[in-house]
């Protein structure tokens, strides 16, 4: 039997990067999907290629920075066992002088609003229906770091890590868990659009490895932090970043 037979994930901005790699990952090891994205397009492709795996695979376009259609969305959503909370944006890249309010609602309505309406949900699932359940949070290592021209998308995701960490103290008596991951440089679209699609070659100075990890690693990560393997980590933030955050060089 696989590992997550007879079990079902939910995961958000399944439809591309992080999300799309996790999807594939708890579909090989035998769980049931659910599918959020905006993009419905690309979910429905990521549907048709996780057939041949025979798992049950349910789809929804939702805008998670939509408060009414994510409330929409939980209240017509198949029983989950775990969560995987991956939807966000990098935003505008500018010094704060010159964002604007919408830039701040553009970033913080889906990195931070989304993502408490989906926890608040996916919590309220677990505990309606007196069961454990296993939630993981994405943030980044720009959620306890500072770069410049990212203030926008780097307090988005140190509000992910206190959001986890503060609820996971919540909600462990009652058989939840929660933690994160914390990427550093992925080869994603956002990546490349963040620095304005550079060459493969250009992402060599990022990371101690002189490579940025695909996002299959960061799922690897995920499915793992979601698996009962992990009873006992609670609270935690995962960095992946090859040692990057912890050199003093």
């Known amino acids: 039997m696989k590992e997550f037979s007879n079990q079902t994930a939910l995961i958000t901005g399944a439809s591309e990067g992080?999300?799309?790699?996790?999807?594939?990952?708890?579909?090989?090891r035998g769980a049931n999907l659910i599918l959020v994205a905006r993009n419905e397009i690309r979910i429905q492709e990521l549907k048709?290629?996780?057939?041949?795996?025979?798992?049950?695979?349910?789809?929804?376009?939702?805008?998670?920075?939509d408060a009414k259609a994510v409330d929409e969305f939980f209240k017509q959503a198949p029983p989950f066992d775990c969560a995987v909370?991956?939807?966000?944006?990098?935003g505008q890249i500018n010094e704060i002088q010159d964002l604007t309010l919408d830039d701040y609602a553009e970033v913080f309505d889906l990195n931070v609003r989304g993502l408490w309406l989906c926890m608040?949900?996916?919590?309220?699932?677990?505990r309606k229906n007196k069961k454990s359940g296993a939630i993981v949070n994405l943030s980044s290592i720009l959620g306890f770091m500072g770069v410049?021209?990212?203030s926008l998308y780097g307090g988005s995701k140190h509000a992910?890590?206190?959001?986890?960490?503060?609820?996971a103290v919540e909600q462990i008596n009652h058989g939840v868990r929660v933690n994160?991951?914390?990427?550093?440089?992925?080869?994603?679209?956002?990546?490349?659009?963040?620095?304005n699609k550079p060459e493969d070659h250009q992402f060599k100075n990022l990371e101690p490895l002189s490579r940025v990890a695909p996002a299959e690693e960061v799922a690897e990560a995920i499915v793992w932090l979601a698996s009962s393997k992990t009873k006992h980590?609670?609270?935690h933030n995962l960095v992946i970043d090859a040692g990057r955050t912890v050199n003093i060089g």
Do not use: W
Not at 19 to 28: I, P, S, Y
Not at 50 to 55: D, I, P, Q
Not at 180 to 193: K, N
């Open 18 to 28: 992080i999300g799309r790699a996790t999807a594939k990952l708890f579909a090989e």
């Open 48 to 65: 048709s290629e996780l057939c041949s795996y025979g798992v049950n695979i349910s789809v929804f376009k939702v805008d998670i920075a």
């Open 85 to 90: 909370n991956n939807a966000g944006t990098e």
């Open 120 to 126: 608040q949900n996916e919590v309220s699932h677990f």
């Open 148 to 150: 410049a021209g990212s």
């Open 160 to 167: 992910v890590i206190g959001f986890t960490k503060s609820v």
């Open 180 to 195: 994160c991951v914390s990427p550093g440089a992925i080869d994603t679209a956002m990546i490349r659009r963040v620095l």
């Open 233 to 235: 980590i609670n609270g």
